[in-house]
């Protein structure tokens, strides 16, 4: 009987993995390496789980398993997977061996994952401290992913929903240790859920979220859309995000819930809208910011505003806002 794996143990192997940094880089910085690195894991696994069912099922007719696995969700290359990585966790460059990983992978998805990683860097001096240092964090780390407990495999799994919610956890949790700065790519969710009842989705809808974060209001507006029955939701999801380590994030959120369709786009929204009507993508939108919360060295700064839109053939457009109490 196969042992399933549970979201408890997911959160407490993940959690514990982020001692590695703690008192050494700040929560908004090194949820990058946990989110990415956990990210790898799951497509290793996944990969690993894939291969095992077409070898199986092609009698292992090598050839014919090659051809089923490049047509794939995600392509992992040779040498790119969590375990080779693992097995290099002693090496003097292994901080390097990742980056690398994270370019083959790049290269093989670039349809999906183009851009992806390239906001982090395992080899970075500033960021992970002198090479001794670093070395051994990224092996602790690598050593905490490799936990038996945190089995990623599909088929492992306790349900289809436990790995986007172990991303989840995460990032509520890192945007609780990172304070105020949290709200920049997570909205809290309470939020979401309150939001996603007045948008009240359905079959058919495009959900937009111009400054979509992490992408967690997105997620949770389109899982509110009743899913048919072989379990696909037809939502069409789009959002926009500045910061591009949040970006990335947003991203990998979306593949990790099954959302593979959805268009995330990088940039400024309101200098540079990438979500309009002209490229038939979803509804137009437009927003402007709100009064300055408060003014810093006589610079005035903004609080982050969400404007969240679903617009369907059958029914009006549907708009909600959310922002901070400084700002009404």
Same mark, same amino acid.
């Given at each position: 009987?196969?042992?399933? !794996?549970?979201?408890?143990?997911?959160?407490?192997? /993940?959690?514990?993995?982020?001692?590695?940094?703690?008192? !050494?880089?700040?929560? $908004?910085?090194?949820?990058?390496?946990?989110? @990415?690195?956990?990210?790898?894991?799951?497509?290793?696994?996944?990969?690993?789980?894939?291969?095992?069912?077409?070898?199986?099922?092609?009698? %292992?007719?090598?050839?014919?398993?090659?051809?089923?696995?490049?047509?794939?969700?995600?392509?992992?290359?040779?040498?790119?997977?969590?375990?080779?990585?693992?097995?290099?966790?002693?090496?003097?460059?292994?901080?390097?061996?990742?980056?690398?990983?994270?370019?083959?992978?790049?290269?093989?998805?670039?349809? #999906?994952?183009?851009?992806?990683?390239?906001?982090?860097?395992?080899?970075?001096?500033?960021?992970?401290?002198?090479?001794?240092?670093?070395?051994? #964090?990224?092996?602790?780390?690598?050593?905490?992913?490799?936990?038996?407990?945190?089995?990623?495999? +599909?088929?492992?799994?306790?349900?289809?929903?436990?790995?986007?919610? /172990?991303?989840?956890?995460?990032?509520?949790?890192?945007?609780?240790?990172?304070?105020?700065? %949290?709200?920049?790519?997570?909205? +809290?969710?309470?939020?979401?859920?309150?939001?996603?009842?007045?948008?009240?989705?359905?079959?058919?809808?495009?959900?937009?979220? +111009?400054?979509?974060?992490?992408?967690?209001?997105?997620?949770?507006?389109?899982?509110?859309?009743?899913? $048919?029955?072989?379990?696909?939701?037809?939502?069409?999801?789009?959002?926009?995000?500045?910061?591009?380590?949040?970006?990335?994030?947003?991203?990998?959120?979306?593949?990790?819930?099954?959302?593979?369709?959805?268009?995330?786009?990088?940039?400024?929204?309101?200098?540079?809208?990438?979500?309009?009507?002209? *490229?038939?993508?979803?509804? $137009? !939108?437009?927003?402007?910011? *709100?009064?300055?919360?408060?003014?810093?060295?006589? @610079?005035?700064?903004?609080?982050?505003? !969400?404007?969240?839109?679903?617009?369907?053939?059958?029914?009006?457009?549907?708009?909600?806002?959310?922002?901070?109490? $400084?700002?009404?």
């Amino acid at each position: 009987m196969v042992e399933m !794996t549970k979201q408890k143990d997911i959160n407490d192997v /993940v959690w514990r993995a982020c001692d590695t940094f703690r008192g !050494t880089i700040d929560p $908004s910085q090194y949820k990058d390496y946990i989110l @990415v690195l956990l990210f790898v894991k799951y497509l290793s696994d996944l990969t690993k789980e894939k291969r095992a069912e077409y070898e199986q099922r092609y009698a %292992g007719d090598t050839e014919r398993v090659q051809r089923a696995m490049d047509r794939e969700r995600f392509v992992v290359p040779a040498g790119a997977d969590f375990d080779s990585l693992y097995a290099a966790r002693s090496e003097l460059d292994i901080g390097q061996s990742i980056n690398r990983a994270l370019e083959r992978l790049e290269d093989a998805n670039k349809a #999906k994952l183009e851009g992806v990683f390239r906001n982090v860097d395992f080899n970075s001096e500033a960021a992970l401290g002198e090479t001794r240092d670093r070395n051994a #964090k990224l092996k602790h780390l690598l050593e905490d992913f490799a936990d038996k407990r945190l089995d990623l495999r +599909p088929g492992h799994l306790e349900s289809r929903d436990v790995l986007g919610d /172990v991303y989840e956890f995460l990032i509520h949790n890192f945007a609780s240790d990172a304070g105020k700065k %949290g709200g920049e790519f997570y909205t +809290p969710a309470e939020v979401s859920r309150v939001l996603a009842r007045i948008l009240d989705p359905q079959p058919g809808d495009r959900v937009c979220d +111009p400054c979509c974060g992490s992408g967690s209001l997105l997620i949770r507006t389109g899982d509110s859309v009743p899913a $048919s029955g072989n379990g696909v939701r037809d939502v069409a999801l789009y959002g926009q995000e500045l910061n591009g380590a949040t970006w990335a994030l947003a991203k990998m959120n979306m593949y990790l819930h099954g959302f593979d369709q959805a268009r995330i786009e990088r940039g400024d929204t309101i200098r540079s809208p990438k979500l309009v009507r002209a *490229t038939s993508s979803c509804a $137009s !939108t437009s927003s402007s910011p *709100t009064r300055p919360s408060r003014s810093t060295n006589g @610079v005035p700064t903004w609080p982050r505003v !969400t404007v969240t839109v679903a617009s369907g053939a059958a029914r009006p457009r549907r708009v909600a806002v959310t922002t901070p109490s $400084s700002a009404t």
